[in-house]
């Protein structure tokens, strides 16, 4: 990151370049929440206004840019784009109700183990998209209300997703910008994760679990689906289980093999891209390859691009630095204080706002706080406490994830609309618990 010392071109009307790109950047976030214009608008715009104000000239703007955050998104949603059309993800779900022999809370819990371990490996908004249509036919088919099962989804989604370098962009993005690898992720989270999904799932099964039931002709129902029918591709299956098998592989030993995340997930894709259409025709190859990138999230990823150039404006124009020095001030300079302090705020203003936004705002903050907590290496609990309380914070209420804003779009089309009230008075008290259980693992494996 740079300092204030890089603005060296006039800015627009002689202004304050600090006053300026704090308006833009307030002004940006007001008109993200409205949610009155799409957010990869917004974020653009606010980016060309930093550059042609002044605040950023066009070279620093690119600066600012985390490309490998952008690689690492764009690469595993090709790589999910193509592995879907295989029919794998509704196999699972379907496998999974098998397995308890399709009784209501036992498909809750196979249900939400499926979400939580796929979020952990994908991403949390593409497991959803997979998960949940299923999830809808077979307690349709059971005649259960399907409200618990969706609720449990939204939660399971974020909390797997929570364990791993990829399952959350926050993660991707903290894991970019400080140099974490996905085996730090797996090291420092996942026993923490796996802990606060088996109480979530213990609290949800007092709130519905012990109520769910389904008449035995229609458990039998459930019974008689047959998952290999979901198989629609065995030879793009096999092709996808390889590269997903090599590209996790890969991430796990990305410091031995000194590649950085982005290009092994985009490696990785075009590997898919190539298995998948090296026996056809050209015509077939551009079909194939054109339905691949356009089901990649572009709107997502030009916010990112809006977003990070936003960020990097009141980072140089010294903005961050000044708060990361109140916020020091305000807890005393204590790693402890200042750790807890980040983890509770992160979940609590995470559950009101995308954490997205919210975390590429924290990263360069957090990073100015490293004179006072003893170099780089002394920001590790910091980091831990953000990635947690961003990612766990999201369950907090129906706009707090993208994960559950898309749950709430199946809801509403299959005629089970989740409200937002009724979700955040169960939602927000299990999200509070959640971030009770990490501030006690983080003092006890981070600071004590």
């Known amino acids: 990151m740079h300092g204030q010392a890089d603005v060296l071109h006039p800015v627009l009307f002689g202004l304050n370049p600090l006053w300026l790109s704090t308006i833009l950047f307030v002004l940006t976030y007001v008109v993200v929440m409205t949610e009155r214009v799409n957010r990869a608008i917004v974020a653009l715009l606010a980016a060309g206004l930093m550059i042609i104000s002044g605040v950023l000239s066009q070279e620093e703007a690119l600066h600012g840019v985390d490309f490998n955050t952008l690689g690492l998104l764009i690469g595993m949603m090709v790589i999910v784009a193509i592995t879907r059309q295989s029919g794998v993800f509704q196999y699972l779900a379907i496998w999974s109700a098998k397995r308890v022999n399709a009784h209501p809370w036992g498909i809750l819990v196979m249900l939400c183990l499926v979400t939580a371990t796929t979020s952990a490996l994908l991403d949390n908004v593409t497991t959803v998209l997979l998960i949940v249509p299923v999830a809808l036919l077979i307690t349709e088919q059971l005649k259960v209300s399907p409200y618990p099962y969706l609720f449990s989804i939204i939660f399971s989604s974020n909390i797997g997703g929570t364990a791993t370098l ?45 109520s769910l039931y389904s008449a035995p002709e229609d458990r039998q129902r459930v019974m008689a689906f047959n998952e290999r029918e979901a198989i629609t591709d065995s030879r793009l299956l096999k092709q996808c289980l390889i590269v997903i098998g090599l590209v996790v592989t890969s991430f796990a030993l ?138 766990l914070g999201g369950n907090g209420t129906l706009v707090g994830a993208s994960a559950n804003l898309v749950v709430a779009g199946f809801a509403e089309r299959a005629g089970q609309p989740i409200r937002f009230v009724r979700y955040t008075l169960v939602a927000f008290p299990l999200m509070l618990i959640s971030i009770a259980i990490c501030t006690i693992y983080l003092y006890w494996r981070f600071l004590k």
């Open 254 to 391: 990305a410091r031995q093999l000194g590649l950085e995340a982005a290009t092994i997930a985009m490696f990785g894709a075009a590997i898919l891209l190539l298995l998948q259409n090296l026996p056809q025709k050209p015509d077939d190859q551009s079909k194939n390859v054109h339905h691949a990138f356009s089901e990649v999230e572009w709107v997502t990823i030009y916010f990112f691009i809006g977003l990070f150039i936003v960020v990097h404006g009141v980072d140089v124009s010294g903005l961050l630095k000044l708060l990361g020095k109140y916020l020091v001030e305000a807890t005393g300079g204590n790693l402890h204080t200042t750790a807890f302090a980040i983890l509770w705020a992160s979940a609590l203003l995470s559950a009101m706002i995308d954490n997205i936004p919210f975390v590429a705002t924290m990263i360069p903050l957090i990073k100015s706080m490293a004179p006072t907590f003893g170099g780089p290496e002394g920001l590790m609990p910091l980091w831990w406490a953000l990635a947690l309380g961003a990612c």
């Open 166 to 210: 990829i399952g959350d962009p926050p993660n991707i993005m903290i894991g970019s910008a400080v140099g974490l690898s996905f085996n730090d992720f797996v090291f420092n989270l996942t026993p923490v994760i796996v802990v606060i999904l088996a109480i979530t799932l213990l609290l949800i099964y007092f709130i519905w679990g012990r």
